[in-house]
């Protein structure tokens, strides 16, 4: 639409959108219909039924493509159907190498899902010696990876990690849900895939579930197209136009998230009940460089483990004011999750242990309140959970 190549602010609000024709409309109407009126048949303005193509849908992954400096991108009904459509569209026995530390539902779908179509490997993608050698006895034809990953915050190197799969042909995926577009944008890194759960930081007020892929190679995304078009997993005209309308806000969000989320985790280090924290800003985070490297920022997300057990936990929880105590992540208002509990029951409680979900571990999705109502919250809490 524009003639000058746009920067990432201006092109969240001018890309895919542009005012109505008709009227001169500035933001969009919801095309809320589900079939359009054919000159003769065969011919149309490239709308037939809303399963396969809709205005809002058309807007909204216009701009996600810019974005994320893709070529092709489609939007869905969830992040897991965006993830389903992905592993569906491979060739049957195919071989995936996945991070060992996903997102739970992920987690979830490959093992209990599509377990008997494809063939899942577990590996933790921060050892790259490991993902080498899995990438070289086992040919995959995907490797799925999560940085930051979800709760530990662990960062992988896309950069590498995604040059070692080119050698093997195996294609990289980005699950980019955490950081989002603002502060990292996969393709540009040399993954092939990217992927968000749109229900998080890109619409980022906790009112729409949705999800979108975006990719470059035109094979690969026909075939997506055409299994999105077979199984209907659309995201409704109304929910497109509301991440639209969210993700207008997502640079300023993004840098509210991060401001607020570097002053607690600073003063949750500094805390005599807090054993540790995790966030990729902290020098001590043990990907801090690589973070520093292939992300323009740090994110929303903290997780830290109280000096505690369970039961502090659980007060703790309990005793939060201004934080909600909810599962899900990346809207304004702060959440406050408990792994082992909550967004992580489906892992098996040996790989949870394992992975070092535990039970004083507790996640932070910090919203944009003002900073200091959220660190007073906190310190409220942690007095209550230690009483
Ligand atoms: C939430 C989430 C998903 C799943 O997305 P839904 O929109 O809930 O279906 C996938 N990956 C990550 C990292 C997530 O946080």
């Not at 063939?119 to 990876?145: G, M, Q, R, Y």
Request: aromatic share 8%; net charge positive.
């Amino acid at each position: 639409m524009s003639k000058k190549k746009l920067n990432i602010e201006s092109i969240l609000i001018h890309t895919g959108g542009y005012p109505e024709k008709e009227t001169g409309a500035i933001i969009a109407p919801i095309y809320q219909t589900s079939t359009y009126v054919q000159e003769s048949p065969g011919k149309h303005k490239g709308y037939e039924y809303t399963r396969c193509h809709n205005p809002n849908r058309t807007r909204l992954e216009e701009c996600l493509t810019e974005l994320e400096g893709g070529k092709y991108a489609m939007v869905t009904s969830s992040g897991m159907s965006a993830i389903s459509l992905i592993i569906q569209a491979l060739p049957k026995g195919s071989t995936i190498l996945c991070g060992d530390d996903t997102y739970g539902g992920t987690f979830r779908l490959f093992t209990n899902v599509y377990q008997n179509l494809h063939k899942f490997i577990f590996v933790d993608t921060t050892n790259s010696e490991k993902v080498a050698s899995l990438l070289k006895k086992h040919k995959p034809e995907l490797l799925w990876l999560e940085t930051p990953t979800n709760p530990l915050l662990k960062i992988t190197d896309i950069q590498k990690i995604s040059s070692l799969a080119k050698k093997t042909r195996t294609l990289t995926v980005v699950d980019n849900t955490f950081m989002g577009p603002y502060f990292q944008r996969p393709l540009t890194l040399g993954a092939d895939i990217v992927v968000h759960s749109m229900t998080k930081f890109i619409n980022g007020h906790s009112d729409v579930v949705a999800g979108c892929i975006i990719l470059k190679d035109k094979s690969f995304y026909d075939k997506l197209w055409y299994l999105h078009k077979c199984i209907g997993p659309n995201l409704s005209p109304f929910d497109a136009w509301l991440v639209q309308r969210g993700l207008k806000t997502l640079a300023v969000r993004m840098r509210a998230h991060q401001e607020n989320a570097f002053y607690l985790a600073e003063y949750l280090s500094n805390h005599p009940k807090v054993e540790r924290v995790i966030y990729p800003g902290l020098s001590g985070h043990p990907e801090h460089k690589i973070a520093k490297k292939q992300m323009s920022g740090f994110g929303g997300m903290i997780t830290f483990f109280l000096k505690g057990g369970l039961e502090q936990s659980k007060k703790l929880l309990e005793s939060m004011e201004v934080f909600f105590l909810a599962e899900s992540l990346g809207g304004v208002e702060s959440l406050i999750d408990h792994p082992a509990i909550m967004t992580h029951a489906a892992v098996p409680l040996t790989e949870r242990l394992k992975l070092g979900i535990t039970d004083n571990l507790i996640r932070l999705s910090v919203g944009i309140e003002n900073k200091d109502d959220l660190k007073d919250d906190l310190k409220q809490a942690l007095i209550k959970a230690f009483k």
